[in-house]
């Protein structure tokens, strides 16, 4: 019998340690596969998740986004993504939700913001290399447009403290089918700090 408490008290510790908070629980309550999420609820898990992985495979991401603060009207938040064979960057941006659907780009210059760091080493990029970086990021922004995104809703796992959304792109408020990509979410702590940048 004792053995018995014992082997339930260590299931029920080790199954608290692994839940959702109650909000992302009540979040993923409401919600069934393939249906749009709302942008109150996106929110809640913006606020709650350690790092969201874009397109994950094996624990490498084609891009992440950590969500540093988040109101009523938008979020703040860094977004990273290998730059080349040889350099990791991130950079600061900022998004405006709209009609409790989307969330969308500002236009706002993002680039000031860009940091570099070394892949092989994780070494800090500085001086004319980084200028040189943040110029040809300069380049690649020319035909920018101002997108929104909103999300379905795909899966979660409790086990592996994850969440499954699909963004969806628009441009100029016409979905771009083509740019849709699963996006994993991550609250476990360390569980995120193991995510990787592929190039």
């Known amino acids: 019998m004792k053995m018995?408490?014992?082997?339930?008290?260590?299931?029920?510790?080790?199954?608290?340690?692994?839940?959702?908070?109650?909000?992302?629980?009540?979040?993923?309550?409401?919600?069934?596969?393939?249906?749009?999420v709302s942008m109150t609820d996106v929110a809640t898990l913006m606020q709650s998740s350690e790092q969201w992985c874009y397109n994950n495979?094996?624990?490498?991401?084609?891009?992440?986004?950590?969500?540093?603060?988040?109101?009523?009207?938008?979020?703040?938040?860094e977004i990273g993504n290998a730059w080349d064979a040889d350099t990791d960057i991130a950079f600061t941006d900022k998004g405006?939700?709209?009609?409790?659907?989307?969330?969308c780009e500002t236009g706002a210059d993002w680039v000031p913001t860009v940091r570099a760091t070394r892949r092989s080493d994780g070494s800090?990029?500085?001086?004319?290399?980084?200028?040189?970086?943040?110029?040809?990021?300069?380049?690649t922004r020319a035909d920018d447009t101002q997108d929104c995104f909103d999300y379905l809703y795909l899966?979660?796992?409790?086990?592996?403290?994850?969440?499954?959304?699909?963004?969806?792109q628009y441009t100029d408020d016409v979905h771009v089918e083509g740019n849709d990509v699963e996006v994993s979410l991550h609250f476990n702590a360390e569980d995120a700090a193991g995510l990787t940048w592929r190039w």
């Open 57 to 77: 495979q094996d624990h490498s991401c084609a891009w992440t986004d950590i969500y540093l603060e988040v109101t009523n009207l938008g979020a703040t938040f």
């Open 124 to 139: 800090v990029i500085t001086g004319r290399q980084l200028w040189e970086i943040k110029q040809a990021v300069y380049a």
């Open 96 to 103: 405006i939700f709209r009609d409790d659907r989307y969330i």
């Open 155 to 168: 899966r979660s796992n409790a086990d592996q403290q994850t969440i499954t959304l699909l963004q969806r």
């Open 4 to 36: 018995l408490l014992a082997a339930l008290a260590i299931t029920l510790t080790t199954g608290s340690a692994l839940a959702f908070d109650a909000e992302t629980q009540s979040v993923i309550d409401r919600h069934k596969a393939n249906k749009p």
